[in-house]
């Protein structure tokens, strides 16, 4: 054996020689990696007793991808494509041996090889769509010419990897290895193409499969329309169904031409960046500055949930889920009936779609019980309360929680609003008191908001974000202030709609900017959808505001065939007429002139003002980072991802420009739009959100 350079080694095992990586955790393709790899492919072809190489990575997984931490930087060591060339152009046979994952550029190097073999636990695919990217090393234009034009769309603008079993059904692996035997396989198929005399198979050349689809352009319409919802705004899907025509439609060398133009075109795009910002922005949001890695993690295995409604059934979903037992404790027999029903039936559902075995349900439903007992939660590790937005009704349940659950049990509250410590103030122990802020529909949203308390505990709040990965959720930890950061935000935004309509923007076109930004609506179509009946009371109603005007008329929402827009028997939204003269009488009623209102300044009175709600929260030690504020926003308010989050937008704006338009607004519109003085310092310093270093 030996080394190539720190992580890569050749070795010869009789007449084939195995070029192994070794560049933990993943085998990124960093310069070391190209460098080791063309360093041992020279080696290897200039050693006459070697007759085939085998390329395989040492650790859990084959190369899972491009070094994310290089885009951006100078080039250094052997470029990924003179790293391809030499596979490619080898006179010798060179097999992949992929386990773990071959994703992105590993996946281009393992097509640049002429033969490939898996374990049956491999996956391959390329995500670079996830980060705004194309495939820029190849794969737009192989990956057509070995499992056909339909199948390579699908894989490359999904991003989603497909098993090794599927891998070799398509024809993107030739052989599977088995699992713990994949050297010894791939070292036998080697030898087996030396003997036989294989010629060398390069994808480059294969081109049968992009030939049946030339001459077939509406083949491409069909795949952009029956994904037009899903792609809608990205920049990056549009660009490699461009370059996938392309391997149709021109020689390969043309359509590499192509590809690494388009590519350049992305990696320098504001989308690209937005989404390599949320990729790292994901995973920092896991890291807590300033709690010990050793921090003891408390045991979860039963969980008690406190509300058997819409919330609380969905939150149970979760951890069973998971394999946790459940039990759910009701004050009326009829709401638990219901409450259990409604798990079941959303399971049912599932199951009908396809997604969930009917043993599965009967799994699930096994782990659930339900009592009127709050006795009943004595001994679970951890109780959750979900029951309405009442400070005294709360107080009083963490009372009796105090008193009823085991030492050591934590005591969460699912409010999304509420003083937390006022809260835990009620009980002995203070902390082991944390907020679980679950989003509804509970059982399908991503976003928790652990909420940290004065005196919660370091263990209760490692727990917490422990077991929040479990479940499969995103979580962030929060500070107790109201509305937390998600709702303190989007209360900037709902104030600023409602103020727009009064002034002369009518609801759909509010909803229409926004929607248009990304969003996936806006908040009067959000509001229908919710029910504007939401919290109203027929008998306390007084016509104060317009919500209430519109339910006093029967107009709640999608549910009544009308609230803000008039909806068809298929629940299709129409700009109702009647509204627009409802906005009228009301506004005039309340002293407003309305004028015309650009569709500028709608997206700007609606995004800038929750910028600078998040530089209040951040001046005020309520999110660790200004990442965390965007990793809530994309997963629990619909945030369009390619525009990485609030704070990561007003950095690209440039918070100069927020900062005018703000004060701007509070010269013209009211003190509401008072800009944070987190925002005038970085603004005056030329400084952005993401210079900041995380709170503790």
Not at 256 to 282: H, I, N, V
Not at 599 to 616: F, Q, S, V
Request: net charge neutral; proline share 5%.
């Amino acid at each position: 054996m030996s080394a190539i350079n720190s992580v890569t080694q050749l070795r010869t095992d009789g007449n084939v020689g195995v070029i192994s990586i070794n560049f933990p955790p993943v085998n990124a393709l960093s310069a070391a990696v190209r460098d080791g790899i063309h360093g041992a492919m020279q080696a290897a072809l200039q050693e006459p007793a070697i007759e085939a190489i085998v390329l395989i990575c040492e650790g859990s997984t084959f190369i899972a991808g491009a070094d994310i931490t290089e885009f951006g930087k100078p080039p250094a060591g052997a470029s990924l494509g003179e790293v391809q060339r030499i596979v490619e152009e080898s006179a010798k046979p060179v097999v992949a041996a992929i386990h773990g994952t071959a994703l992105g550029g590993g996946l281009e190097v393992a097509l640049v090889c002429h033969w490939r073999i898996a374990v049956p636990s491999a996956r391959l695919g390329l995500p670079e769509v996830n980060i705004g990217l194309l495939p820029g090393a190849g794969g737009t234009q192989r990956l057509p010419r070995i499992v056909g034009v339909e199948k390579a769309l699908e894989m490359m603008t999904s991003g989603s990897p497909v098993k090794a079993a599927e891998a070799l059904e398509i024809g993107l692996i030739d052989e599977l290895a088995p699992e713990g035997g994949l050297q010894a396989a791939a070292v036998a198929l080697a030898r087996r193409v030396v003997a036989e005399k294989r010629p060398l198979r390069k994808v480059r050349e294969q081109n049968d499969k992009v030939l049946a689809a030339r001459g077939q352009p509406a083949l491409f319409e069909k795949f952009r329309s029956a994904n037009a919802r899903k792609f809608r705004g990205l920049a990056a899907p549009e660009k490699i169904i461009q370059c996938v025509e392309a391997a149709v439609n021109l020689p390969i060398d043309e359509g590499l031409q192509l590809e690494r133009k388009l590519f350049l075109e992305l990696m320098q795009g504001p989308q690209s960046a937005a989404l390599r910002y949320y990729f790292f922005a994901s995973r920092q949001a896991w890291q807590v500055p300033g709690l010990p890695k050793d921090t003891p993690i408390l045991p979860v295995e039963t969980v008690g949930i406190l509300g058997a409604g819409t919330m609380g059934a969905g939150i149970a979903m979760n951890f069973l889920n998971a394999g946790i037992p459940v039990h759910i404790v009701e004050t009326r027999q009829e709401a638990l009936d219901r409450g259990l029903a409604t798990i079941r039936k959303n399971y049912e559902n599932t199951a009908k779609k396809g997604r969930l075995q009917p043993e599965d349900i009967e799994k699930r439903m096994a782990l659930l019980t339900g009592s009127l007992e709050l006795q009943q939660l004595a001994d679970v590790d951890l109780v959750i309360e979900a029951v309405f937005e009442n400070m005294e009704v709360k107080k009083d349940i963490f009372q009796r929680l105090d008193q009823t659950c085991k030492a050591g049990a934590i005591l969460a509250s699912n409010t999304s609003a509420l003083d937390l410590n006022e809260i835990a103030s009620a009980t002995t122990r203070p902390e082991s008191v944390i907020g679980l802020h679950f989003f509804s529909p509970a059982n399908v949203m991503k976003l928790l908001e652990v909420v940290r308390g004065a005196h919660t505990s370091d263990s209760v709040i490692a727990t917490s974000m422990q077991l929040a990965k479990r479940i499969g959720k995103v979580a962030v930890l929060v500070g107790v202030c109201p509305g937390f950061v998600g709702n303190r935000i989007l209360a900037q935004r709902q104030r600023e709609a409602n103020a727009l309509i009064m002034e002369g923007a009518m609801p759909w076109a509010v909803d229409r900017v926004l929607y248009q930004f990304g969003f996936p609506m806006g908040p009067f179509a959000m509001s229908d959808l919710a029910g504007l009946d939401l919290g109203w009371n027929k008998e306390k109603s007084s016509s104060s505001t317009l919500r209430e005007v519109l339910c006093e008329m029967d107009r709640r929402g999608q549910k009544s065939g009308a609230g803000f827009y008039d909806y068809d028997e298929k629940r299709t939204a129409v700009p109702s007429q009647l509204v627009e003269q409802t906005i009228a009488d009301f506004a005039k009623k309340k002293g407003y002139s309305t004028r015309e209102v650009s569709d500028e300044e709608i997206l700007e009175r609606c995004i800038y003002p929750m910028i600078n709600e998040g530089a209040k929260i951040l001046e005020e030690g309520m999110a660790l980072r200004a990442s965390d504020i965007d990793v809530v926003w994309v997963n629990g308010y619909g945030w369009p991802i390619h525009r990485g989050g609030p704070m990561f937008h007003g950095d690209q704006v440039g918070l100069d420009k927020v900062l005018a338009k703000m004060q701007e607004f509070e010269r013209q519109l009211g003190p509401q739009f008072k800009p944070a003085k987190l925002l005038e310092e970085l603004a005056g310093s030329g400084r952005k959100f993401s210079d900041l270093k995380p709170a503790r």
